[in-house]
């Protein structure tokens, strides 16, 4: 039954996200590029202010996957390399900490380009 609920918590905020990203197309101006260059600042200043971590830990998937997520690794990556390497980590923590999801985005989009058949506009 736990499990049950894991999935349910994660469903509910990864769903809020969602449709919070579908109202802010529908309703505003903002293209779907400046939306989620808002989420991904959000969820990088969020963590730093220590509010979507504790986010992260409650509904699991469900706030880490969104592209809010993305802003989360980034900055605890940020966080945990200045702790080891000082100002340098500063530069480098976010590429380190996003970097494999970033290279299985460019790994399964290059396989998908060579399964798919493209189509003339």
Same mark, same amino acid.
């Given at each position: 039954?736990?499990?049950?609920? !894991? ?8 769903? =809020? ?8 197309? !529908?309703?505003?101006?903002? %293209? @779907? =590029? ?19 971590? @504790?986010? /992260? !830990? ?7 996957? @969104? ?10 990556? %940020? ?16 590429? %380190? ?9 460019? /790994?399964? #989009? ?5 399964? #798919?058949? @493209?189509?003339?506009?």
């Amino acid at each position: 039954m736990e499990m049950l609920w !894991d999935y349910v918590k994660a469903f509910l905020v990864g769903g =809020a996200i969602c449709a919070l990203s579908q109202i802010l197309i !529908d309703k505003t101006k903002l %293209t @779907p =590029a400046r939306i989620l260059t808002m989420y991904v600042v959000a969820g990088f200043l969020l963590t730093i202010a220590g509010l979507y971590g @504790p986010l /992260v !830990d409650w509904a699991g998937a469900g706030a880490a996957t @969104p592209i809010s997520g993305f802003g989360y690794v980034i900055a605890k990556g %940020t966080e945990k390399a200045v702790s080891e390497q000082g100002l340098l980590g500063a530069i480098t923590g976010g590429f %380190t900490a996003a970097a494999g999801g970033v290279g299985a985005a460019v /790994v399964f #989009s290059f396989i998908a380009s060579l399964i #798919s058949r @493209p189509k003339e506009k």
